[in-house]
């Protein structure tokens, strides 16, 4: 049951050191403010599940967070590199991690997997591809039925899902509209999940056919966080901040200069700043 908190509270309840966490969302609803609560409060060795891992897992890895990331395609969308990822990799700061690569259809499948309680998901993919040769849990199966050579992954099953999305209603349902991606398989995979929502309302309206909803009953916390997506875009309510996705390539590049931005707008600041980021685009 869907439990309304400040996201200071959310997370300090539902995340623990240790813990596989995602943060998912493609590429609008990346959960940007909720990222930064939880580098606020300093978990440790976590696991990072994600689809195309993008400047918050840039920064969750810069701030030694991560113990090791499970994703697929990593880079700075529409720019280049994650500066801080690649320095983890190769020169272990702030501290060395742990990567398993995977295709996005991998990934896609290995969260539905999850959802549905299964132990592995199995799909066609990887023939032919080089990325199973250094990635050891990419099985290869064959069919009982047609004897048809398969790709076997491990389920996705995280300790904890963060998502962003438009709107929740008073009984804790919550509405995703725009690209889905695989927000609802993250939540139905995972033991608890907390959701940042630019409004709380009475209920939905206007409904058109390219939404999601997530029932009370899947979701353990929400926040109410405007502009907890930014600089990522949020379907209807504000675009995406492309300057600020320049801006953290030349941020990024630099450990002091990266260390400091982190301080001032990070660490010494709260979920408030996101809106107030949004109404100056």
Not at 109 to 123: M, Q, R, T
Request: charge should be negative.
């Amino acid at each position: 049951m869907a439990k309304f908190q400040s996201l200071k509270e959310a997370v300090a309840e539902n995340l623990r050191d240790g813990d596989a966490v995602a943060f998912e969302g493609f590429t609008h609803l990346i959960p940007h403010a909720a990222a930064h609560e939880v580098i606020r409060q300093g978990r440790k060795d976590l696991t990072l599940i994600r689809m195309t891992p993008d400047i918050i897992y840039d920064q969750l890895i810069g701030m030694g967070l991560a113990r090791k990331v499970i994703f697929s395609y990593a880079g700075n969308p529409g720019v280049g590199l994650l500066r801080r990822m690649r320095d983890a990799i190769e020169n272990n700061w702030p501290r060395a991690i742990e990567t398993e690569e995977h295709s996005h259809a991998a990934m896609a499948n290995a969260y539905e997997a999850g959802a549905a309680g299964l132990p592995c998901a199995v799909f066609r993919g990887y023939r032919g591809a080089g990325l199973k040769d250094v990635n050891p849990v990419i099985k290869s199966i064959t069919c009982p039925f047609t004897g048809e050579e398969l790709a076997a992954v491990p389920a996705h099953r995280p300790d904890v899902a963060f998502i962003h999305a438009q709107k929740a209603n008073r009984r804790g349902d919550v509405l995703v509209e725009g690209i889905v991606g695989v927000q609802k398989e993250a939540v139905l995979a995972s033991k608890r999940s907390v959701v940042t929502v630019e409004e709380i309302v009475e209920d939905f309206d206007d409904l058109h056919p390219n939404l999601c909803v997530l029932p009370h009953w899947t979701v353990t916390s929400i926040a109410h966080v405007p502009g907890g997506a930014h600089p990522s875009y949020t379907h209807g309510y504000y675009d995406r901040d492309n300057a600020a996705y320049l801006e953290w390539d030349k941020i990024s590049a630099d450990r002091d200069l990266f260390t400091a931005w982190m301080r001032e707008n990070v660490l010494n600041a709260g979920p408030e700043v996101f809106a107030a980021r949004v109404k100056g685009l």
